[in-house]
């Protein structure tokens, strides 16, 4: 069975950036995508970005450049190198899991979601 652990979390001044990673076990195989989300009590869940299963890349409109996401094949570890953070960036992230999913032009659907990871908490402050 598919597990995802977030790690990579914690607090940053504005403008400072942090490396977000997104830890796959329970899978063999080298194709897969990873969603990153994020989540606050005050808004929607919201897509950040996706590499999907040959390394297409997908960002939310808010990213504006800021935001990377990229894989570590051999390690079976998905990371989101985010710069420039700003307070509204605070927010839950979660990574989520799906297989067969190649060319991505948007996130997938929820339905294609087969695991989640539990979140790692991002705060920036001003």
């Known amino acids: 069975q598919v597990q995802l652990v977030e790690s990579g979390g914690g607090s940053v001044q504005a403008g400072g950036s942090v490396r977000l990673s997104c830890a796959v076990s329970?899978?063999?195989?080298?194709?897969?995508?990873i969603t990153w989300f994020r989540q606050t009590s005050e808004k929607e869940r919201e897509g950040v970005a996706v590499?999907?299963?040959?390394?297409?890349?997908f960002y939310g409109d808010f990213v504006k450049g800021r935001f990377s996401v990229s894989r570590d094949s051999a390690k079976y570890i998905v990371y989101l190198d985010m710069t420039n953070l700003q307070p509204e960036d605070s927010a839950m992230y979660y990574c989520a899991f799906s297989n067969g999913v190649l060319n991505v032009q948007n996130f997938p659907p929820t339905s294609l979601f087969e695991a989640w990871g539990q979140g790692t908490q991002v705060t920036v402050s001003a």
């Open positions: 329970g899978y063999r195989w080298r194709s897969y995508c």
């Open positions: 590499i999907d299963g040959d390394d297409s890349t």
